[in-house]
């Protein structure tokens, strides 16, 4: 017999999560006595303290956080055989949790769920955009079915992932239609010393991206002049196009700027920045029937990309 009961764990959970035994028997829909008498069992059945109660302060110890990190996995399995029940009772009904990492979720992941509920519209779909390395921990953890992300993956994680290439998302070297560089349409390696830049955070990956590139196509970025550092691809596009300087932003992003004709793009002469996109999952997580649809449905748009 095991010390505990899967309703224990779903106990320990809510606690953990609301930090108060009203609000967690609350959301478990059953009364706070019948909650503080369980947890009470699985303490003495675990002979430990999992909660610290001083003070009216709703706590872990540390024998409870270990023990939550387990009832977690444990939980999140049970939940997904379910799932995999429901989903060979239902066919092509069920659930998907989709991630993104942040360029690719605010711009090219809303296309690509359009196209798949309109072919699926049956399919409940959710998704988290976050920094590639949250999403990529999350689809570990097993929060998320499948992702899409663009930064790099540390070979830490990428040992726990399955890592499919998707597409090319080119970054491309954008100015407002009244820069004077706009009637050359391409420049040469050189004219890049003589812009004024606005650029994301230097943390950000898609700097560093760009950066690498950069570096590695022997251009001093140390002597690039960046006059505007900006937190979001919004605000650089509408300060590029109020001519402000140029910038290196992802060509999904662009689709609004150049139906307006609100920017202009510039080609680098013997200078291209793609990154590769990647599709990501859990190799140790059942594969249900609409993860397979939605998986084959990235694999058609990368077929089509290409041509």
Excluded: W
């Excluded at 100015?175 to 706009?182: D, E, K, R, Y």
């Excluded at 898609?206 to 006059?227: A, M, P, S, V, Y």
């Amino acid at each position: 017999m095991l010390p505990f009961t899967l309703q224990q764990l779903r106990i320990l959970r809510a606690i953990a999560t609301e930090k108060n035994f009203t609000k967690a028997a609350s959301s478990l829909s059953i009364s706070q006595p019948s909650l503080s008498k369980q947890i009470k069992i699985l303490e003495e059945n675990l002979d430990t303290i999992l909660i610290n109660r001083e003070r009216s302060q709703i706590s872990l110890t540390e024998s409870g956080k270990i023990f939550l990190q387990y009832s977690e996995r444990i939980l999140i399995l049970c939940e997904e055989s379910c799932r995999a029940l429901i989903d060979l009772k239902n066919g092509e009904r069920g659930n998907l949790t989709v991630g993104a990492s942040q360029t690719i979720g605010t711009y090219l992941m809303p296309r690509i769920l359009a196209l798949f509920a309109q072919n699926y519209p049956q399919i409940d779909l959710k998704v988290q955009v976050d920094s590639t390395r949250t999403i990529a921990t999350s689809i570990i953890r097993r929060e998320i079915d499948i992702a899409i992300v663009g930064g790099e993956i540390s070979s830490e994680l990428q040992k726990k992932l399955t890592l499919q290439p998707f597409v090319y998302d080119e970054l491309c070297l954008i100015i407002s239609n009244s820069h004077p560089f706009a009637r050359k349409q391409r420049i040469t390696k050189e004219d890049l010393y003589c812009l004024d830049f606005i650029t994301l955070d230097s943390t950000s990956t898609i700097k560093k991206f760009i950066d690498k590139i950069l570096i590695q196509n022997k251009i001093r970025t140390h002597e690039l002049k960046t006059i505007l550092q900006l937190n979001s691809i919004e605000g650089i596009k509408t300060a590029v196009s109020l001519g402000l300087g140029a910038a290196f932003v992802s060509s999904s992003s662009l689709e609004k700027e150049i139906k307006l004709n609100q920017i202009q793009i510039l080609e680098i002469e013997n200078l291209n920045i793609n990154r590769q996109l990647s599709i990501i999952s859990n190799p140790e997580c059942y594969k249900s029937k609409t993860f397979e649809l939605f998986y084959k449905e990235l694999l058609r748009l990368q077929t089509k990309s290409k041509k």
